[in-house]
């Protein structure tokens, strides 16, 4: 196939700012106007939104220009940008100034104030990156002609949510080689029994994660169904909004998120939202990561279709709950069976980049030591806040010394 890697990748990517004493920043959010940096939650987490790149490669130059203009720019004003999931030391809630949006942005912010009345502050925090993913135009157009299917639309819309149903099936393959969350400061938690502060390798993956009190199930057999099924928790009163629904994976349309538009417009891209910040690359995340991911999802899209079933997606989120386990060796077998299911699904055709990608992670699956969480563990355990301060302004040092120069 002439055009299997053709793609779009877009990551958007959390952080939240800190001052100069390692504390939750209390300004303003300073990038107004920037449509590639905005809040989510909190006025002070900002979002890092790229534009659709079309390799892993570009999508990596991307996050890493973006990430590092943002920590050159918050030097000016004596922040830095905390390079974690989980946040730093911080004394109550107050400390956690929901999004200050204003005219007709301000439904925004009601809803954020919903949101934190409903789930807490707290888990609003957490931060991490999405993986927006859509196939190439080329590809969709190779793959649409070989399928014998006389309607396009329908035809992506089915091959969106057959994937979708796959990654969630495998959703906890991606935070077994990605998860990288394992320490918590205690500020975190109210309670002296809620303390979990060595179990996870990724905390927002896991049940203490931000979740919905309930585990959603999904309706795949077509774009409506699915649609239907969503507007099901609404109208039933277990959440507000479509977009309170938190699951690891979501089909968008291209423009604004709404199921009405998805539904008119169609499925455009696939969003993964099961990724860790990476203190440990200098982009939040590392290349052979995203390639990794890009590979995945090709392999799911042609693997055989089957019927989801609640049980079956209910098993699937608890299974990626169990890989965000900071003891999670026991996946390691399964992890490294479906990397030579990849390999040989690809025959030996891949380019050296994808090649490089895979034995990446079978070198992560082999040797505990080499993942993620062992080594931030290793790294960090001691006193978390202060050393994670401490990265903060090395990296900023580093970076404007750097630019200076």
Partial sequence: MNHLFDCKIGLEKESLRIDKSGRLAQTRHPFLGNPNIDRDFCENQVEIITNPAGSPHDAYLEIKKLHQYVIKELSRQ??????FSNPPYFENDDEIPVAHFTGSLSYKEKYRRYL?????????????IHYNFSFGENLFNELFKNSG???????VNSLYLHLAKWVVRYSWLIVFLTA?????????????????LNRYASARCSEIGYNNHFIPVIDYNNLSSY???IEHYVENGDIIVPSELYYPVRLKSSSVNSLVTLGETGVNHIELR?????????????????????????YLSNQQDFEFTNEMQTEAVKKMYCASLYDNDGFADEAAAIIDKIKNYFKGSLPEYYEKALTYQSEKIANPEKRYAVKIRKQFGNSFSLKGFELSKQTTDLLTKTSKD
């Fill in 78 to 83: 004596g922040e830095y940008l905390w390079l």
């Fill in 116 to 128: 934190a009345t409903k789930y807490g502050k707290r888990k609003m925090l957490y931060s991490g």
């Fill in 149 to 155: 299917e006389k309607d396009y639309f329908t035809f």
């Fill in 180 to 196: 990288a969350s394992p320490l918590f400061d205690e500020s975190f938690f109210v309670n002296e029994k809620d303390k979990h």
């Fill in 227 to 229: 649609i239907k099924s």
């Fill in 274 to 298: 099961m990724l860790d910040l990476n203190p440990l690359s200098e982009a939040g995340i590392f290349e052979e990561d995203i390639a990794f991911i890009h590979l995945l999802l090709l």
